[in-house]
């Protein structure tokens, strides 16, 4: 009669580590189906396209700039005409679609942000955007009374925030498939 309390214990016990098991490695792989799809959705392509932009922006003011390497907008002397039609040919062929790019990022994919609240750098490019809009709207009326948005892009913040979250997304995929980091 032991014996088969002992065996009837053992199979119990062997199904409740078996459930736990298989409960712990469904749980392992929808995180890492969640990770996965931050980068792929949202984190990768905003750290690229955040890339690219700074880049972009770099080499622009750096043919771009004033004599001592000052912009336009920040110089004294006013942006000639030259200038300015410059700018609003950068701006509407790269830099405004680059940054509604990663503006529709934020908004179709704030779901898949690390943070529980949304992040006021992203906020500020949402609304640096819809600042740019309204620019790029008069331009296209022939209105050039205006040459900036009215809010300011992250540039300080949002670089270095897509290049964290992304690096430490790929250190938790590598984790979750049980891989150690080289770093």
């Not at 336009?72 to 062929?93: G, Q, S």
């Not at 790019?101 to 908004?107: F, I, T």
């Not at 050039?144 to 938790?172: C, I, M, N, Q």
């Amino acid at each position: 009669m032991s014996a088969l309390i002992v065996t009837i214990g053992l199979a119990f016990a062997g199904y409740v580590a078996t459930y736990i098991n298989g409960l712990r490695l469904a749980q392992r792989q929808e995180r890492l189906a969640r990770v996965n799809r931050q980068l792929s959705d949202l984190y990768g392509p905003l750290f690229a396209l955040s890339e690219s932009s700074r880049r972009t922006f770099d080499a622009f003011k750096e043919r771009h700039a004033r004599p001592g390497g000052v912009s336009p907008f920040a110089h004294e002397t006013p942006p000639t005409e030259e200038e300015l039609a410059e700018w609003r040919l950068w701006v509407t062929t790269v830099f405004l679609p680059n940054n509604r790019a990663m503006r529709d990022l934020v908004v179709r994919h704030a779901d898949l942000l690390t943070e529980a609240e949304m992040p006021p750098l992203l906020l500020q490019l949402c609304a640096h955007v819809s600042g740019y809009e309204v620019t790029a709207a008069r331009w296209a009326q022939g209105d050039y009374a205006e040459h900036l948005s009215v809010v300011w892009f992250p540039t300080d913040e949002l670089g270095p925030y897509a290049r964290e979250e992304f690096s430490k997304l790929k250190r938790e995929q590598e984790r979750l498939l049980g891989r150690r980091s080289g770093r």
